[in-house]
């Protein structure tokens, strides 16, 4: 698992028990501590920097599709057809079919990603922002968080390639829009982007804890809520050999006031320490971890 800047990012598989986490959610909660407020402001700042050819360029995308499968049937007319000018006319209509089909792709591909297989960040077409650059720039290294999509069959969970995040509409893959995204192709393919691309709750808590301080709150104050660390100590707490897992209700309401411990004691100058109904989730997770535990060693 991950949490403080030193450890490792998630490394997720099918069957985990995963909080997905929408990067746009990802983005709004670095930019503000108020999500709704965070996404106010990115979505003003994408909508100043939406390229003027997006709705011609999907409506480019359709047309070519329409070639698809009109040169599709004319291949098929073709192969059962003999020679004979007529023959040699739809063949040459195809040809141009083809190119219709497979030139607005190549464009896509050539604009966003270049020619070749990018080896870093290409540059912007527009503004620079420091928040959306800081997300992808986690994104864009070896050895970062692996954002993923959700597949509709099977409900897997499938990586993203971090070159996805050195296309040149890379912003875009923030925004909360699915139109947004989908003006964004999917490196190395032509295909367009999922519904939602995902990053683990634990490497977005890792994030807001690596981001810069939003607002003024006590000394070296990054994130909110140090809900991982809490976790980690937690784990390590003696009193967890005393609670009973037969009964979840007791455990977790237990686990839940020692989370409530934990924060009111590393609490900030300020005070301030998260509602109690935001810690029961992880207090659920760790009795979930406790009890499969048990089960393993009672084999």
């Known amino acids: 698992m991950t949490g403080s800047p030193g450890e490792r990012w998630k490394v997720f598989a099918d069957g985990d028990d995963i909080d997905d986490v929408p990067l746009w959610k990802v983005l709004a909660k670095i930019r503000a501590d108020d999500q709704d407020e965070g996404l106010s402001l990115n979505a003003a700042f994408l909508k100043g920097i939406k390229p003027r050819f ?12 329409i070639f698809g499968f009109l040169a599709l049937f004319s291949l098929i007319g073709l192969t059962a057809a003999t020679r004979s000018e007529s023959s040699d006319f739809f063949y040459y209509c195809t040809l141009l079919m083809l190119a219709g089909t497979i030139a607005p792709y190549l464009w896509r591909r050539a604009y966003q990603y270049g020619l070749a297989v990018p080896d870093a960040p290409l540059g912007l077409p527009h503004p620079s922002d420091p928040l959306f650059d800081e997300v992808l720039g986690h994104l864009q290294k070896v050895d970062g968080p692996r954002a993923y999509y959700i597949s509709r069959f099977g409900k897997k969970r499938i990586a993203f390639n ?14 909360e ?13 032509a295909m367009s982007l999922p519904a939602d691309l995902y990053l683990h709750r634990e490497d977005m808590e890792r994030m807001l804890a690596m981001s810069a301080p939003k607002r003024s709150g006590g000394p070296g104050r990054n994130v909110k809520y140090a809900y991982v660390e809490a976790a980690f100590d ?13 009964d979840e209700a007791a455990a977790v309401r237990s686990l839940t006031d020692w989370f409530d411990e934990w924060f009111d004691s590393a609490a900030n100058v300020s005070g ?5 109904d935001r810690l029961t989730p992880y207090a659920r997770k760790i009795y979930a971890h406790l009890k499969k535990s048990a089960s393993s060693d009672d084999r």
């Open 234 to 246: 937690l784990r390590a707490d003696p009193r967890l050999a005393t609670l009973d897992l037969n």
């Open 54 to 65: 997006s709705r011609s360029y999907n409506l480019a995308i359709g047309i070519s599709s």
């Open 272 to 276: 301030d320490i998260p509602k109690r």
């Open 162 to 175: 971090r070159r996805q995040f050195f296309g040149r509409l890379r912003y875009f893959l923030l925004s």
């Open 177 to 189: 829009q699915g139109d947004d995204r989908a003006i964004v192709m999917r490196f190395p393919t």
